[in-house]
C-alpha cells in the first residue's frame, strides 16, 4: 500500500498540493488533471525526487525516516526524458542492472520487448525522442521495483512501443501487489485503461 499523510507542497511559498490523507492498495493508476494541476509535482513526490512536507509510506516504509528503503523498491520514468548525451543506453542499463540487481534474461526481454537491438550500443546523443523515451522506460521496468511511477510515458512513443508498454504493464500487473501510477492527458489502450483505477489532481488535491 502506498499512503500519503499530511503532504504538502509549496514553490516559493505557494501551496500547490494539500493532501492530508490517500491510500492506494495494488494495481494500475491513472492519474490525470488539467496542465499546471500538481500531477507530474506528485509524481516526483511519490518518486521521492523532490522535498515536501509530511510523509509517504510505500509498504510501511517512510520516504522521510528511511529514503534509502523507500527508493529500494521504486523507480522513476521522466515525461521528456534527459540522459547524458555520451553514454550508450547499454551503459545505463548495464548501471541500473547491477543496482538492481536484474539478470541478464531479463535485460534481453526488455530490448527485445521494446525493439531497440539495433541501436542500443549507439549513445544516446544520436536517439529520437521516441527512442530515449523507450530506453527510459526499461531503465524504469528494469528489476521489477514493485512501486514504478511513470509521467506521460505514452507521449512520442510509436504504436507498437506504446503497446509494448501497455502488454508489460499488464502482465507485471497479474498476481502482482506493485503499484503502476501513469500521468496522461492522451487516452490509454482500452484494456489498460479499464485495469485502472482514476485519479484527479484538482484544486490542489487529489480526487479518488
Ligand atoms: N520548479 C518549480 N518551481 C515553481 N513552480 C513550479 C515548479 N514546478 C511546478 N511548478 C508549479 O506547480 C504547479 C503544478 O505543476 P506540475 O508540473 O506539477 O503540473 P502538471 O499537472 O504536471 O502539468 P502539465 O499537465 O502541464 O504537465 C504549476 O502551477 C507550476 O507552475
Redesign the pocket.
Known amino acids: 500500500m502506498l499512503q500519503l499523510m499530511n503532504v504538502k507542497?509549496f514553490?516559493?511559498k505557494?501551496l500547490?498540493?494539500e493532501i492530508s490523507s490517500l491510500k492506494l492498495g495494488s494495481g494500475l493508476f491513472w492519474i490525470k488533471?488539467?496542465?499546471?494541476?500538481?500531477?507530474?509535482?506528485?509524481?516526483?513526490m511519490i518518486a521521492g525526487l523532490?522535498p515536501f512536507e509530511g510523509d509517504i509510506l510505500f509498504k510501511g516504509i517512510s520516504l522521510r525516516n528511511n529514503p534509502l528503503g523507500y527508493r529500494q523498491n521504486t523507480s522513476w520514468a521522466e515525461?521528456e526524458p534527459l540522459f547524458p548525451p555520451f553514454m550508450s543506453g547499454m551503459d545505463l542499463i548495464s548501471l541500473y542492472r547491477s543496482i538492481r540487481k536484474a539478470s541478464a534474461a531479463e535485460v534481453n526481454m526488455l530490448l527485445e520487448l521494446f525493439n531497440v537491438n539495433d541501436y542500443v550500443n549507439n549513445s544516446i546523443g544520436t536517439y529520437s525522442a521516441g527512442m530515449t523515451k523507450k530506453l527510459s522506460l526499461i531503465l524504469a521496468f528494469l528489476g521489477n521495483p514493485s512501486l514504478v511511477v511513470l509521467?506521460?510515458p505514452t507521449i512520442t512513443l510509436d504504436p507498437d512501443a506504446f503497446t509494448s508498454m501497455c502488454m508489460f504493464i499488464l502482465e507485471k500487473q497479474k498476481n502482482s501487489e506493485s503499484i503502476f501510477l501513469m500521468?496522461s492527458?492522451q487516452a490509454l489502450d482500452s484494456t489498460l485503461s479499464l485495469s485502472c483505477k482514476e485519479l484527479t489532481?484538482n484544486n490542489g488535491n487529489v480526487l479518488t
Open positions: 507542497k514553490y516559493n505557494r500547490v498540493l488533471g488539467a496542465n499546471g494541476s500538481g500531477k507530474t509535482t506528485l509524481l516526483k523532490i515525461a509521467d506521460e500521468s492527458h489532481v
